[in-house]
Nanobody, 123 residues
Framework: QVQLVESGGGLVQPGDSLRLSCAASGRTVRSSAMAWFRQAPGKEREFVAAISAEGDYTNRLESLVGRFTLSRDNAKNMVYLQMNNLKPEDTAVYYC????????????????WGQGTQVTVSS
């Protein structure tokens, strides 16, 4: 069982940066791949980035490479999503997710989810 709590969302202007944090707890955190997904109103949940349990492999949505960076601190059981040069199309609820084993881009393969944090990019 893994519990996830996201934080760091907010209202920002285009070009600004935000860092989302995901605090993880539970018996299997250290063996869990972690990921961020986002969901805009009226759209399907979209893969953003994922990181392996050891933090040595990451995978990002190709269109976000160069702007979004994912990292994890296993000593603190934290996962971070650094988002730079934010655009209005990045507006969505961002969710942290966990699954045991290898990471996946498919949201249906994740067993544990946080409550989400709203990111709004608007001038």
């Amino acid at each position: 069982q893994v519990q996830l709590v996201e934080s760091g969302g907010g209202l920002v202007q285009p070009g600004d940066s935000l860092r989302l944090s995901c605090a993880a707890s539970g018996r299997t955190v250290r063996s869990s791949a972690m990921a961020w997904f986002r969901q805009a109103p009226g759209k399907e949940r979209e893969f953003v980035a994922a990181i392996s349990a050891e933090g040595d492999y990451t995978n990002r949505l190709e269109s976000l490479v160069g702007r979004f960076t994912l990292s994890r601190d296993n000593a603190k059981n934290m996962v971070y999503l650094q988002m730079n040069n934010l655009k209005p199309e990045d507006t969505a609820v961002y969710y942290c997710a966990a699954r045991e084993g290898y990471y996946s881009r498919n949201f249906r393969s994740y067993d544990f989810w946080g409550q989400g944090t709203q990111v709004t990019v608007s001038s």
